[in-house]
């Protein structure tokens, strides 16, 4: 499962390498047990306990909506 939480202490992207501050917003994966930034519109589903990763535009729909179906706005 993964949370989204406040950092207690400064560190890195488990995906990019990219260093975050004590107090960034970041995302904790409890199953890893790491950490990760996601990008602003970044949407996180589950399908049969698999994370499913969406990019979402302004508009809320996926930035390659229509294709497959899953934004139904």
Known sequence: MIKT???KYPGRCS???AAFQAGAAINYDTKTRRAFLAPPGLVI???EGRPQYFMRNPRGRCIDAPCCGCCTI
């Open 15 to 17: 995906k990019t390498g």
């Open 45 to 47: 589903t589950y399908n």
């Open 5 to 7: 939480i406040r950092a």
